[in-house]
Every structure is written in C-alpha cells, then in structure tokens.
C-alpha cells in the first residue's frame, strides 16, 4: 500500500501561483511514476501533469502546459507541481497518484491521494 498526502493548496487570485506538494509513504513496490489529476464539481477527474520515475518523460493538459511544471524529488518521496498564472478556470481538486507505467490514463493509476483544493479567484 502507498499512501499519498496533498498539500500546498489554497485561494490565490488570478495570475497568481502555488506550488502543490504530494508526499508518499507505505510500502513501495516498484518505482512508480507520478500524475496529478484535477476535478471540478460535476466534472470528470483529468488528468493535469505526469512524470515517469526518472523525470526525463513529462505530460501536460494543453489547458496548463506553459503554465503548470511537475517535478519530483526521489530522495524525499515527494512530487511537486508549480502552478503559475492561474486562472479562474483552474479551479479543483487536485490529486495526485501513482502509477506502475508512465501515463495519462486515469485508469492506470493504483494510488490516489485525498486531494487538496486550489480556488482561483478574479
């Protein structure tokens, strides 16, 4: 079992930043790849950023990239994504997982954190 904790969410205004932390602890079988996922009440959770164990394969929603960067720091067991220019639009949940295979898939993701609220305001 892997447990996720989120953190480094809040409200900022438009344009602004924040910088999500996603810590792992429990058992760990293989080196996982990392996502972070978004859902907006009534929508669909989708998928926001992922980054394969060695960092050098990343993806981004077109709705972010230029704006949203994940990284990860393996020695901390932790995953970041600095979020800049943020828009209204923005606003979620936002999770992160952990996956056996570097993907974009909901569905390949076998650990989810409990997700931590970003409300972007004008």
């Known amino acids: 079992q892997v447990q996720l904790v989120e953190s480094g969410g809040g409200l900022v205004q438009t344009g602004g930043s924040l910088r999500l932390s996603c810590a792992a602890s429990?058992?760990?079988?293989?080196?996982?790849?990392m996502g972070w996922f978004r859902q907006a009440p009534g929508k669909e959770r989708d998928v926001v950023a992922a980054?394969?164990?060695?960092?050098?394969?990343?993806l981004y929603a077109d709705s972010v990239k230029g704006r949203f960067t994940i990284s990860r720091d393996n020695a901390k067991n932790t995953v970041y994504l600095q979020m800049n220019s943020l828009k209204p639009e923005d606003t979620a949940v936002y999770y992160c997982?952990?996956?056996?295979?570097?993907?974009?898939?909901?569905?390949?993701?076998?650990?989810w954190g409990q997700g931590t609220q970003v409300s972007v305001s004008l």
């Open positions: 997982a952990a996956a056996n295979r570097f993907t974009a898939s909901r569905d390949g993701y076998d650990y």
């Open positions: 429990g058992r760990t079988f293989s080196n996982y790849a």
């Open positions: 980054i394969n164990w060695t960092a050098d394969r990343r």
